[in-house]
């Protein structure tokens, strides 16, 4: 399972933007979904998931600025980042928690996801 995430950049506080994140190897339908992000100083951190079945997870700080969702049809998976604000500069990781039997799950923890992408920097400026 191959993911590939992109779409991040620079962008003034209180803008948006949407990252991607594109599963080869697997069908999406059989993963749930998650990202990560790292600040530099800091631990990786949870900010959302979206399970097999459509069920959503949000870190406290996130809720009601981001939105993940996913494309079945285009095995992507989407996060929308809404007025951001410089907190939120970090990587932004996707990650894949593919089980061997099709359970929904929403996993804040990055040890109970199998598979990880390269990452994408995403920087809001004050």
């Known amino acids: 399972v191959q993911l590939q995430a992109s779409g991040g950049g620079l962008v003034q506080a209180g803008g948006s933007l949407r990252l991607s994140c594109v599963v080869s190897?697997?069908?999406?339908?059989?993963?749930?979904m998650g990202w990560f992000r790292k600040a530099p100083g800091k631990e990786r951190e949870f900010v959302a998931a979206?399970?097999?079945?459509?069920?959503?997870s949000y870190e406290d700080s996130v809720k009601g600025r981001f939105t993940i969702s996913r494309d079945n049809a285009k095995n992507t998976v989407y996060l929308q980042m809404n007025s951001l604000i410089p907190e939120d500069t970090a990587i932004y990781y996707c990650?894949?928690?593919?089980?061997?039997?099709?359970?929904?799950?929403?996993?804040?923890?990055?040890?109970?996801?199998?598979?990880w992408g390269q990452g994408t920097q995403v920087t809001v400026s004050s």
């Open positions: 990650a894949a928690d593919v089980p061997p039997v099709q359970i929904a799950s929403m996993r804040d923890a990055a040890d109970g996801y199998d598979y």
């Open positions: 190897g697997r069908t999406l339908t059989r993963c749930n």
């Open positions: 979206i399970s097999w079945s459509g069920g959503r």
